[in-house]
């Protein structure tokens, strides 16, 4: 699991470049675990489910992710699938949040058995 997964995200408040070159790939190197990076633009991942069920309960856990970090991805959910979008919309590009987050998001999955509900957050 990424050391990106520890980290906080910080909120994009617009007026920085978006991420380029060797610092983007870095990053991109460092997270792994088949995030897509697409045009240098944004990340993206499937996730598959045995059901609607668990996808649905992922995508719940997703969504708590985000409020939380105060980061938003664009989610798509089917049958047995969730898809993740991640980039920084303030920028329209990508930022060094845009990893930790999308790190996050493979830990929940990570954390998840199949069939298990969603682990608390106590």
Request: charge should be negative; proline fraction near 6%; include cysteine.
């Amino acid at each position: 699991m990424s050391e990106l997964a520890s980290r906080q995200c910080d909120p994009c408040k617009g007026g920085v470049p978006p991420l380029g070159g060797a610092p983007l790939r870095a990053l991109h190197d460092e997270l792994g675990s088949g995030w897509k990076l697409v045009d240098d633009h944004h990340l993206a991942k499937e996730y598959r489910f045995a059901n609607f069920r668990e996808a649905l309960d992922f995508t719940n856990q997703v969504g708590e992710l985000a409020e939380e970090q105060g980061h938003h991805p664009d989610i798509e959910l089917s049958w047995g699938r969730v898809k993740l979008l991640v980039w920084t919309h303030k920028i329209d590009g990508l930022t060094e949040s845009d990893f930790i987050w999308a790190a996050k998001a493979d830990r929940l999955r990570s954390e998840r058995t199949p069939g298990s509900k969603a682990p608390s957050r106590s």
